[in-house]
């Protein structure tokens, strides 16, 4: 080893490396970038590349691959996508020893990648570091930081549940993890999915985050933000801020603003509610279409798609700004102004990425005249905007003109995307410059003279002045008209096919025209650098102004859809009333095409504040649980909603659950999944929480699902005391209305008119009628006769008392318990066994199968279950 690896250049290599052990090294040289040893070997596999070696002949020969410097974009995005960090080591200009010298100039990894062009402007990509204090009580610190925009969240959590639940939210691609929490069984379904970094120990440092902040924002205290008392989350900053700026060599300019995430500033959505309500991601397929976030995303800039997507993650419980939000998407529903606002946004670029990217340096000559083509844009509509009172106060004064006017004096309209060959700047702003490109037009004139004069001289009547990069200028002659070619030309290169000639004059003008032009393309870079570091003063001024069109674009979206959609502004205050007139469905209802959405009333408050919701399969309960929670999401993110009214109270906390056989994207374990997340909900729901079941206890056995169905349901009435929905299938589960003042049945109604099953989509008072199973099975194709029999049997079991006392019962269902035999079990199970007799599964489809087996079960008598 020591012989392959032991030449000036390979130690430089293993120096360089040995910064990095953890990402791919990209090593310059010349026109690729090189990997060695294990690197190469694992970039071979993950791109694709051929696995060659340095030293073929040596006995120890050093593996390496390679890729092309211009292609360098798209590798990265793969060694990214796969979850690679990749260091970029670049040859240092100028240096002239025999070993060229070289330092890593970026570290690029998922959490903080190279350019926003490669980004989908609607979705931020979070950095995240997590460390935990000692001590009896612990306090998890967490930092989050969006690289291209400077986006910067602290946050401080009292147990690892809660600190799970941010970093969901956030959804990092990247971790960065203090040894006291990578090992934490409790955060670890929050690392799944990431790329995890180990954080240096001592990396982790409160002062030295605080320090840090202090210079990024120019402060001498972090009061102003709420942050000084953070230990916590500030050494999780430290740690963050050392990882991008010193590590992977991303300067922060842009980190202009930092925000504190308080406990309970936002209401709480926990993963599984997120899940269940297809905000970001269907349940099935993931895909963006058919959520929430795509219904309402109408935004039009890139600030404005990733403000509202953090409105959708964190509702607000405060009311005032919420109000404010409900005022100001409210005056845009108004078309004359929402219109001209939203044809204006539609100029505005993704203000605070070019603001990121002129903060890093990074910045094209193309995002500086799109700043000034946005802020131009902005100009006459900010003044209307500014006299609309609800808009008013969250708009900024400044709308940074002069910035404008600099870029726009100093850069051509349509400049290309290289800044080193020069049409960048505009006549006039430099006097040098000016004469420069008149030189080089002079030249190139006088270039196209000799071409004419040439021409004329010898009768070619084809022949051409040519240029190019390796040659300079030539006059070009075909094989068939060299007798006629002058002797004062002389060859230059021979083709197949023509000759390349050169004169004397030719020359001269030449090295007159290409110095110039060399001089002039250097002038041009330096005159956009100084453009490109005077914008980069203006980066806060920049934010602030971005800051305010993300929230103009997010309300105008919402106003857009509130009126293309019929949504009405819902009365939000802190009662425990939710009261909705003629509620739908957001997606069902956009999505609906041959079935018009059935609208439906709903009213809970402290007293009512438990419904048992039954009703067939398929008759729309599910859909009504999550109408409910949707339209409590949308009104406290200062939406409007889709009903004919709502008033909402307040909720703190969102818990959706669906039962386990309902939620077909997960298969394993599912019921005790299913039960330490009810759980999870008992302990934390509180009477201002709204809590949704949908079917939970389905994933085990009757009795089993019954007795926890009806002891969760006792305890969210008596101690959690929320307002919830319960929908279920055990319709023994309707007798707890009797018991419990503060429950109430209700069914999704079907009609029953001549034994048609009809889904009718309507909310009504009662438990639903216990039929419906008889008429399923009609539909399954059960004979008449049986069908004749099973409502015989079905007025005779009716009559039967139906319950015990709950709190007898649930003894009755404890498992260790046998259950008494239940009386008339003969005759039921006569009835079962010519109704199964009846079937035929050869003929049956699975959806007839289901149904059967429901019809099955209501040939039961009413206590025994299975
Ligand atoms: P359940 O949970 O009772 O089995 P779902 O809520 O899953 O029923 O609804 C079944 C189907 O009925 C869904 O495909 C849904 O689109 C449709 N649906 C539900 N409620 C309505 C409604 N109010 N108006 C129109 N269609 C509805
Ligand atoms: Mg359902």
Not at 643 to 650: C, S, Y
Request: hydrophobic share 45%; proline share 6%.
């Amino acid at each position: 080893m020591a012989g392959a690896t032991d030449t000036p250049m390979m130690r430089q290599y293993l120096d360089l490396k040995a910064q990095v052990p953890d990402a791919l090294l990209l090593y310059r040289m010349g026109d690729f970038y090189e990997l060695f040893l294990d690197d190469a070997r694992v970039a071979a596999a993950a791109l694709d590349l051929t696995l060659t070696s340095r030293n073929k002949n040596d006995p120890d020969p050093v593996p390496m691959a390679g890729v092309p410097h211009h292609a360098l974009d798209a590798y990265l995005r793969r060694l990214l996508d796969a979850g690679h960090k990749v260091a970029i080591a670049e040859q240092r200009p100028g240096a002239s020893a025999k070993l060229m010298e070289r330092d890593i100039v970026r570290v690029v990894s998922p959490g903080v990648p190279m350019d926003p062009e490669g980004l989908d402007a609607r979705e931020p990509v979070w950095l995240g570091a997590l460390t935990r204090s000692g001590g009896a009580h612990p306090v998890y610190g967490l930092a989050f930081l969006e690289v291209s925009t400077g986006d910067l969240r602290l946050a401080e959590r009292p147990d690892a549940a809660e600190a799970l639940a941010e970093l969901h939210r956030f959804d990092p691609r990247e971790l960065i993890l203090a040894p006291s929490v990578a090992e934490d069984a409790a955060l670890s379904p929050g690392f799944s999915g990431r790329t995890l970094s180990a954080g240096e120990p001592r990396a982790f440092d409160a002062g030295a985050g605080r320090r840090r902040l202090h210079a990024q924002l120019g402060v001498a205290d972090l009061a102003a933000f709420g942050a000084s008392g953070l230990d916590p989350a500030l050494a999780a900053a430290a740690a963050l801020l050392a990882y991008v700026t010193d590590r992977a060599r991303v300067p922060l300019g842009h980190l202009q603003h930092l925000a504190v995430l308080p406990r309970g500033s936002a209401a709480v959505l926990d993963e599984a509610t997120r899940r269940n309500l297809e905000l970001l991601r269907t349940l099935r397929g993931g895909s963006r279409n058919g959520t929430l976030l795509a219904l309402l995303d109408r935004t039009l800039t890139g600030p404005g798609a990733r403000l509202l997507r953090d409105w959708l993650l964190q509702p607000l419980v405060a009311l005032a700004p919420l109000h404010a939000r409900q005022d100001a998407v409210e005056a845009l529903t108004d078309a004359r102004l929402r219109r001209p606002t939203r044809e204006a946004l539609r100029e505005v670029a993704d203000i605070e990425r070019i603001a990121g990217k002129v903060a890093q340096a990074r910045a094209h000559a193309r995002d500086l005249v799109g700043l000034q083509r946005s802020l131009t844009a902005l100009a006459p509509l900010w003044g209307r905007l500014a006299a609309v009172p609800a808009l008013a106060p969250h708009l900024v004064e400044d709308l940074l003109p002069d910035v404008a006017d600099d870029i726009a004096a100093t850069l051509v309209d349509d400049p290309p995307l290289a800044l080193t060959d020069g049409g960048l700047i505009r006549p006039g702003v430099s006097a040098e410059l000016d004469r420069l490109a008149a030189l080089g037009r002079d030249g190139r004139q006088a270039i196209a003279a000799i071409e004419e004069r040439e021409r004329a001289r010898t009768g070619i009547a084809s022949l051409k002045v040519k240029h190019n990069r390796v040659v300079g200028y030539f006059l070009e002659v075909t094989e068939a008209q060299l007798a006629r070619v002058p002797a004062d030309w002389h060859l230059k290169q021979h083709m197949s096919g023509a000759r390349r000639y050169m004169t004397a004059e030719l020359k001269e003008y030449e090295e007159a025209v290409l110095g110039a032009d060399d001089r002039r393309t250097a002038l041009e870079h330096d005159l956009f650098l100084a453009l490109r570091a005077r914008v980069a003063a203006a980066v806060p001024r920049l934010m602030a102004l971005a800051r305010a069109v993300a929230f103009v674009d997010t309300v105008a979206a919402l106003a857009e859809v509130a009126v293309e959609r019929r949504y009405v502004r819902p009365l939000v205050d802190d009662g425990l009333t939710i009261e909705i007139e003629a509620g739908r469905h957001p997606v069902v209802e956009a999505a609906a095409t041959d079935e018009r959405f059935v609208p439906n009333d709903l009213a809970l408050d402290a007293q009512r504040r438990l419904i048992v919701l039954t009703g067939p399969n398929m008759a729309g309960k599910s859909t009504v649980m999550r109408q409910l929670a949707l339209t409590v999401l949308l009104a406290q993110i200062g939406a409007f909603v889709p009903a004919a009214r709502a008033r909402i109270g307040l909720c703190d906390r969102l818990f959706v659950r669906v039962g386990a056989s309902d939620d077909l994207a997960r298969g394993q374990s599912t019921f005790m999944v299913e039960m330490s997340e009810t759980a999870w909900i008992l302990r934390h729901a509180t009477p201002r929480s709204l809590v949704l079941l949908d079917e939970i206890g389905r994933g085990t056995s009757t009795y089993d699902g019954l007795a926890i169905a009806w002891a969760v349901a006792e305890a969210v009435h008596d101690s959690a005391r929320c307002r919830a929905i319960f929908a279920t299938h055990y319709h023994e589960l309707c007798a707890l209305a009797d018991e419990r003042p503060g429950v109430l049945n209700q069914h999704v109604a079907v009609s029953d008119r001549g034994e048609q099953v009809r889904f009718l989509r309507t909310l009504r008072d009662g438990g639903a009628s216990r039929s419906y199973g008889i008429q399923c099975a009609r539909l399954a194709g059960l004979p008449e006769p049986v069908l004749a029999r099973a409502r015989a049997l079905l007025v005779e079991l009716e009559k039967r008392p139906v319950h015990p006392p709950p709190s007898r019962q649930l003894a009755l269902f404890a498992p260790s318990t046998p259950a008494p035999a239940p009386a008339p079990v003969a005759p039921a199970l006569q009835a079962l066994a010519d109704a199964l007799r009846a079937i035929d599964p050869d003929t049956l489809n699975p959806r007839q199968a289901h149904d059967a087996l429901y019809a099955l079960r209501a040939l039961l008598p009413a206590d025994t279950g299975d």
